[in-house]
């Protein structure tokens, strides 16, 4: 089975931090993807990857960046942590080209 | 990009009783995508259709594809507790492999 692993599932940080979201997958997978899921808004993607070092901005980049330096990990970067940015963060990876999508458990993170 | 409208937003069945949803897509549908969610957790691949008519089944769920991959449903046969949760479609974009997704449904089966 395929396992996506994400670092946390509940986060707390403050206005103005640095926060990084890991997820780290174990299949061998070329592409990788974060999200966000807000109520009333649906999914939404941040950023994806489908290869080492490759990113390719999602539907709302803007107040993120990503790092993917091996190919099961991919990280999700606040640069400056905002109250706007309270969401669930879910990481999925997939093999290639069009594949399923398989997820982690998701982060629940707040911003005070 | 690709709209993808979820019907029913949410509904409660009787366990035992069989139910269905309905995810309608604006455009030609390449690869639809079931996944179901657990309130707060992350989401768990059920099925993917690619064909124009296609029909999958797992345990006592059924997902069809129609013939003009416009309209993809998923059927639960006598629903069970394990059932409940958000039920989410997920669309192939048409020029490449990012992912649209619905809006969800929400079951909750009463014992």
């Known amino acids: 089975d395929v396992k996506v692993t994400q670092s946390s599932r509940y986060l707390v940080k403050r206005t103005g931090e640095k926060v990084f979201l890991e997820c780290v997958q174990d299949m061998d997978h070329e592409n990788m993807f974060w999200y966000r899921q807000d109520p009333g808004l649906g999914l939404r993607l941040i950023y994806f990857?489908?290869?080492?070092?490759?990113?390719e901005k999602g539907d709302i980049p803007e107040g993120y960046s990503v790092s993917r330096e091996k190919k099961e990990r991919f990280s999700l970067i606040l640069e400056s942590a905002s109250t706007n940015q309270t969401s669930m963060y879910l990481c999925?990876?997939?093999?290639?080209?069009?594949?399923?999508?398989?997820f982690g458990d998701g982060t629940r993170l707040s911003i005070l | 990009s690709q709209e993808l409208e979820q019907s029913p937003q949410s509904l409660i069945v009787q366990e035992g009783k069989n139910l269905t949803i309905n995810c309608t897509s604006s455009?030609?549908?390449?690869?639809l995508y079931w996944y179901k969610q657990k309130y707060g957790e992350g989401l768990i691949f059920l099925m993917m259709?690619?064909?124009?008519?296609e029909e999958k089944s797992h345990e006592k769920i059924t997902a069809k594809l129609d013939e003009k991959k416009q309209q993809s449903s998923l059927h639960i046969t006598a629903s069970q507790p394990s059932h409940a949760g958000i039920y989410l479609c997920?669309?192939?974009?048409?020029?490449?492999?990012?992912?649209?997704f619905g809006a969800g449904t929400t079951v909750t089966v009463r014992a």
């Open positions: 990857s489908y290869d080492v070092k490759m990113k």
């Open positions: 997920g669309a192939d974009r048409t020029n490449d492999y990012k992912l649209s």
């Open positions: 259709l690619q064909k124009g008519g």
């Open positions: 999925a990876s997939s093999l290639r080209g069009r594949q399923p999508q398989h």
């Open positions: 455009k030609t549908l390449y690869g």
